[in-house]
Structure formats: C-alpha cells, structure tokens
Nanobody
C-alpha cells in the first residue's frame, strides 16, 4: 500500500526554522519525484519545492518564495524540507506528493494545479508571534 506521511510541523515564531519529513512506504522512493506543497486558508494550493528521482540525479526546484530559505533533500525512505527564517506568510498545511513526471519549476506549478499522483494528509505549520 502506497503511503506518504508528513511530520515535523508545529507552531513557531517568525525567524525560526522547521524541518518537515515525508516518510514513504509501499514503493521505491528513488523511482519517483517528490514535491512539497502548501495551502493556506482561503488560498490555492501552491508548490514549494520538489526533488527528482534517481533518473534525474535527484535534481531540485523551488518556488521563488522558497529560494534561499528552504532546502529539499532525501534519503532512502524520506524526503525532507528544511525551512529557515519562517514568516507569517509561511503558515499553511504542508503536503508531500509523489509522481513520475519529474521535477522543475514549471512542473511544480502544474503539479500543484493538477494534484496528480499520491498525496499525504499534510502537516500544519503555523508561524505566529
């Protein structure tokens, strides 16, 4: 059974850091691109970052707001999202998803709109002073 489980969310102050994890089971993680997405109340789901499969040498891509602050990495069974210098605008439910389509900035945008692939249930990140 394919499963993606997000963890690591929480309540933090502006300027803090969090590291989210997306733990995969039921499939070979290396065969898939994994994306991070977020959705704030009243807003559309948007792509945050993605990391490609082994075929693409695990290349990464980031949304403009994530560049320089967020870093995506992966190991055998888990994909991580390190988030630094968090702001109130980063408050959202964060999801991970898997797909075979690859990873890139444009792919990230289309992926968020299409919601293709398999998705986790999300982990809440709240940035509040």
């Amino acid at each position: 059974q394919v499963q993606l489980v997000e963890s690591g969310g929480g309540l933090v102050q502006p300027g803090a850091s969090l590291k989210l994890a997306c733990t995969a089971s039921g499939f070979t993680l290396d065969d898939y691109a994994v994306g991070w997405f977020r959705q704030a109340p009243g807003k559309a789901r948007e792509g945050v970052s993605c990391i490609g499969s082994s075929k693409s040498a695990f290349g990464t891509a980031y949304a403009d707001f994530a560049k320089g602050r967020f870093t995506t990495s992966r190991d055998a069974n888990t994909v991580y999202l390190q988030m630094n210098n968090l702001t109130h605008d980063d408050t959202a439910l964060y999801y991970c998803a898997r797909e075979r389509t690859g990873c890139g900035e444009q792919i990230l945008v289309l992926w968020a709109l299409s919601r293709l692939g398999d998705w986790g249930q999300g982990t809440q990140v709240t940035v509040s002073s």
